[in-house]
């Protein structure tokens, strides 16, 4: 009988070892998500800040962006000077310090696109 209760006594005792152990790693695991989640709220913070300043920069390059279509630049005609001219057409003197930048936007090869959407 000694033996017994000697040996669920040790047992018992090797369970709570156990369960304490068990129980500090939960408690760890429980404030390493606690980190986590802050961790995740202060990204998804700082990500709609970024759509936001996105959304405002984006306004912002529409506001003073304007776009000249049908008129395509060569070596006698840069895209600055198209700038100008449309300018003189609408009754105003522009300067190339005027305007920021000027340059032709590349074109859509609808060929390419039409082969690429095919297959």
Do not use: W
């Amino acid at each position: 009988m000694s033996k017994s209760v000697n040996l669920f006594s040790n047992k018992y005792n090797d369970f709570l070892k156990q369960s304490r152990t068990t129980n500090a790693k939960v408690d760890r695991h429980g404030t390493d998500i606690s980190k986590m989640k802050q961790d995740v709220n202060l990204i998804n913070k700082r990500a709609c800040d970024a759509l936001g300043e996105i959304d405002d920069l984006a306004q912002y390059v529409r506001r003073v962006c304007l776009e000249i279509s049908g008129i395509e630049p060569s070596e006698n005609c840069k895209a600055e000077d198209i700038v100008k001219s449309v300018g003189e057409a609408m009754g105003t003197h522009l300067h190339e310090s005027d305007f920021s930048i000027a340059h032709p936007l590349p074109t859509l090869n609808r060929s390419l696109l039409n082969s690429h959407i095919e297959s």
